[in-house]
């Protein structure tokens, strides 16, 4: 008897279901070997890492050292020359001390882009200053400026010749400005700056600062024109040198000009005679006090024709806020300032306390202030406008002033008269000028 199980017959359908083949061994993959091409690429691509790298840390280290303070000991004033390059400029700052490489201030300055902006110049450097701030400094092209300054009351012939003397700036003058179109100022300017961009500047200043006074002018003014305000600010500018003085000056002045009174100032005399350059250099004689010219105000009858000098801006300001007062004369008083009068009367007392003064001066031996000069009175004569002590034909008076002015006129031509210079063409004998 058979014991073991017995198999069922299969169905005719599941005999006939295929039956999946057992899946092959899987392949052993094969390693392609690289091409000479490959392996020179990615050899290159580790040396640009490496030298990446390299030129990185070389940066960091460049930079690093361009913020350092450098070895300059002092401040120091050093002229990049003209049309001087990257590696001149190094070059240059290395023999003055001022770097210690070349080679890393050019890598700074290429790696910053500064080296295309490098100018020529006189530039200031202070102590340890360092390699990124020298190429900020003359990439930015911060020179070292100078100044001038043009006193108040120069011609313009005086301005040009300080202009000349003036070894920092460079160039000619094409031509003398005209009388008073120019501002005396104190001008900043870069070495090897033309002497006409000055004088080109100084008129633009004169031209904007007149406009704006001429607008604030009162509608009282007997003054007609810009051209008028700057001839009475230059009488101004040369009658006193004191800036609290100069409303009450002016205010003389307008006072005569509207009671028809002849101006009757010294320095129209003088810039009379000897026009742009300025001073006689010596007192005023007699007969020149009355020497017919275009410009003697103690000849003709209003303003002169042109301005005697440049005025600042203080004197045109004087001009349109001029004092309200009654003054028509004024003299020294000993101090440096004046003594105003509004009547004949006073003004011979203020006259007579100044010749005690002077005479006081004389008896002491003590000298008369710096610059004063003799005037001589004119001869005595008839004068028709007003009435006054006639004094000793001959007499001379000295102008005690310290500043740069001269006395107006006191009213008659037999009136003491004043006149204080100082040699304006000598830049030595100009005073200087108090705020």
Partial sequence: MNDSPRVAPKSPSEALKPVAPPAPPPKARRRRRSSPFVAMMSGLFTALLVIAGLVGAGIAMVGSQSRAPGPLANDRVLIIPRDSGLTEIADLLQREGMIEHPWSFRLSALASGNWTKLKAGEYLFKARVSQTEILDIIADGKVVEHAITIPEGLTSEQIVARLRENDLLTGDIVQVPREGTILP??????????RQAIIDRMARDQRTILARIWERRPTDL??????????????????TGRADE?????????????????????????YGIVGGKGT?????????????????????????????????????????????????????????????GESLEQHNRNVGRWRQIEAGRR????????????????????????????????????????????DASEGTER????NKTFDLNSPKLVPELRP
């Fill in 185 to 194: 100022d104190t001008y900043r300017f870069p070495r090897g700056f033309t």
């Fill in 363 to 406: 008896e002491a031996g003590k000298p008369a202030p710096d610059g004063a000069v003799d005037k001589v009175e004119p001869p005595p004569a008839p004068d028709t406008r007003s009435e006054g002590p006639q004094p000793a034909e001959g007499e001379a008076i000295r102008r005690a002033s310290t500043s740069r002015a001269f």
């Fill in 415 to 418: 009136d003491p008269l004043r």
């Fill in 246 to 270: 100069r409303p009450r000056v002016a205010g003389v002045f307008i006072n005569r000009l509207n009671r028809k009174m002849r101006l009757q100032s010294d320095p129209t005399i003088v």
């Fill in 222 to 239: 007997p003054i007609k024109t810009p051209q008028e305000l700057v001839v009475l600010a230059s009488i101004v500018e040369k009658e």
């Fill in 280 to 340: 006689l250099g010596r007192p005023i004689q007699r007969n020149e006090i009355t020497q017919a010219t275009p410009y003697n105000t103690y000849v003709i009858d209003g303003l002169p024709p042109g301005p005697i000098a440049n005025p600042g801006r203080a004197a045109m300001e004087a001009v349109v806020n001029h004092s309200r007062t009654k003054e028509l004369y004024f003299v020294a008083d000993g101090t440096g300032g004046h003594a105003f």
